[in-house]
């Protein structure tokens, strides 16, 4: 056995131990195992999420870059010249794939968080965003002001999209910037709009997607974007989230049997809070509050009785997957009960989670974990929900 099949075996069998007894106080949600999807020694693996196939087949696709402790270099963070979308596969949610195949990489630099839509008509939608390097004589060149991280500049979204069941994919679609944007990318212009979270396909055949856009140097707000050709033109729709100190970047977007669209977005500067924002007019206006508990980033799934599983990382003490069932419209975010999945976390550099129905019973939630501040890797927690 390689030491990196080892080291997943062990993490495995420690993950499947925990917390079981979490879900027993919560009628009708049992928690039947973790489970590890894709674990490499060699890579830092992180941001995943899922769809399920009309055949039935499963795809999680996540952001696969080197692990930079092997080059002696003293850790990882999460931007980088050679991260690449990749996936695996299943037929059951149990077992997957063992190597993964190359979603995407970008030819001008990493790419990160592919988010995952898959459309009633087969089409899957696959949205990211990039970081590329610039030499120190290019840098003084650069269109002021653009987005540095860890010596990396900002690139802003894109989209690629297959109509063949993920087996080839197409060339990067870049939507427009928001008006709102004031950051340019390395090629000198603005941001072409991006966000990590989930894109909706709505009932009138729009595909939402609750976008970020730098409003200031220090933060940044959620506008929602719209496409009514699958994904491959975005029509700005209108501001969802914005505050004088608060950010909201991070955002899922969910369209309630009612007809309100929701946004579950992620905040800075206010402890951390989930926010909830929703618009009763199909995305013209919003109105967004505290959801009263800490949480982020959160993705929703509809169930089959129109119920909402909530899910999200909890970053805080102890680390660890939590989840919360609401109610169809989702009013009932600040009293529905808290599920804890896990609490085993090695610190706060896990979650992103991305649920999926396996059957009208089970339910896989995918997310990127680490135990002892080990390396990342891709986990998943199957629930049995009445």
């Given at each position: 056995?390689?030491?990196?099949?080892?080291?997943?075996?062990?993490?495995?069998?420690?993950?499947?131990?925990?917390?079981?007894?979490?879900?027993?106080?919560?009628?009708?949600?049992?928690?039947?195992?973790?489970?590890?999807?894709?674990?490499?020694?060699?890579?830092?693996?992180?941001?995943?999420?899922?769809?399920?196939?009309?055949?039935?087949?499963?795809?999680?696709?996540?952001?696969?870059?080197?692990?930079?402790?092997?080059?002696?270099?003293?850790?990882?963070?999460?931007?980088?010249?050679?991260?690449?979308?990749?996936?695996?596969?299943?037929?059951?949610?149990?077992?997957?794939?063992?190597?993964?195949?190359?979603?995407?990489?970008?030819?001008?630099?990493?790419?990160?968080?592919?988010?995952?839509?898959?459309?009633?008509?087969?089409?899957?939608?696959?949205?990211?965003?990039?970081?590329?390097?610039?030499?120190?004589?290019?840098?003084?060149?650069?269109?002021?002001?653009?987005?540095?991280?860890?010596?990396y500049?900002?690139?802003?979204?894109?989209l690629?999209?297959?109509?063949?069941?993920?087996?080839?994919?197409?060339?990067?679609?870049y939507?427009?910037?928001?008006?709102?944007e004031?950051?340019?990318?390395?090629?000198?212009?603005?941001?072409?709009?991006?966000?990590?979270?989930?894109?909706?396909?709505?009932?009138?055949?729009?595909?939402?997607?609750?976008?970020?856009?730098?409003?200031?140097?220090?933060?940044?707000?959620?506008?929602?974007?719209?496409?009514?050709?699958?994904?491959?033109?975005?029509?700005?729709?209108?501001?969802?989230?914005?505050?004088?100190?608060?950010?909201?970047?991070?955002?899922?977007?969910?369209?309630?049997?009612?007809?309100?669209?929701?946004?579950?977005?992620?905040?800075?500067?206010?402890?951390?809070?989930?926010?909830?924002?929703?618009?009763?007019?199909?995305?013209k206006t919003f109105?967004?509050?505290?959801?009263?508990?800490?949480?982020?980033?959160?993705?929703?799934?509809?169930?089959?009785?129109?119920?909402?599983?909530?899910?999200?990382?909890?970053?805080?003490?102890?680390?660890?997957?939590?989840?919360?069932?609401?109610?169809?419209?989702?009013?009932?975010?600040?009293?529905?009960?808290?599920?804890?999945?896990?609490?085993?976390?090695?610190?706060?550099?896990?979650?992103?989670t991305?649920?999926?129905?396996?059957?009208?019973?089970?339910?896989?939630?995918?997310?990127?974990?680490?135990?002892?501040?080990g390396?990342?890797?891709?986990?998943?927690?199957?629930?049995?929900?009445?």
């Amino acid at each position: 056995m390689t030491k990196a099949l080892l080291t997943g075996y062990c993490l495995l069998m420690l993950s499947i131990t925990c917390t079981y007894g979490n879900t027993d106080s919560i009628p009708g949600v049992k928690k039947i195992k973790d489970l590890i999807i894709y674990n490499d020694a060699a890579f830092y693996c992180a941001f995943p999420s899922v769809i399920k196939k009309p055949d039935g087949e499963l795809i999680v696709a996540f952001r696969r870059a080197p692990n930079r402790l092997i080059f002696g270099e003293k850790g990882n963070n999460h931007v980088d010249q050679n991260s690449y979308l990749v996936m695996v596969r299943s037929k059951d949610g149990e077992n997957w794939s063992a190597s993964p195949e190359l979603l995407y990489a970008h030819p001008f630099g990493g790419s990160q968080d592919p988010c995952l839509l898959q459309l009633k008509d087969g089409t899957i939608l696959c949205a990211s965003y990039g970081w590329t390097q610039v030499r120190a004589d290019g840098i003084p060149n650069l269109k002021k002001p653009y987005f540095e991280n860890s010596g990396y500049i900002f690139l802003g979204g894109y989209l690629t999209r297959s109509t063949d069941g993920g087996k080839s994919w197409s060339d990067a679609i870049y939507p427009s910037h928001t008006a709102a944007e004031i950051h340019y990318n390395a090629y000198g212009q603005k941001l072409p709009a991006y966000n990590r979270g989930a894109m909706y396909e709505a009932k009138d055949g729009r595909v939402l997607w609750i976008v970020a856009s730098s409003d200031s140097v220090k933060k940044t707000s959620n506008y929602l974007l719209t496409s009514s050709d699958k994904g491959l033109t975005w029509q700005y729709k209108s501001e969802v989230a914005k505050d004088p100190a608060i950010s909201f970047n991070e955002a899922a977007v969910y369209e309630t049997p009612g007809g309100d669209i929701i946004g579950f977005l992620r905040t800075a500067n206010f402890n951390d809070n989930a926010v909830i924002a929703r618009s009763k007019d199909g995305g013209k206006t919003f109105k967004w509050e505290s959801m009263g508990f800490q949480g982020h980033p959160l993705n929703a799934l509809r169930l089959p009785d129109n119920r909402v599983l909530l899910t999200y990382g909890y970053r805080h003490k102890p680390w660890g997957i939590r989840a919360r069932i609401l109610n169809a419209e989702c009013t009932d975010f600040k009293t529905a009960p808290e599920i804890i999945l896990r609490e085993d976390g090695g610190n706060g550099d896990i979650g992103y989670t991305w649920p999926v129905l396996l059957d009208n019973k089970r339910v896989l939630i995918v997310y990127y974990f680490n135990q002892e501040n080990g390396i990342r890797y891709i986990a998943g927690t199957i629930l049995e929900i009445k």
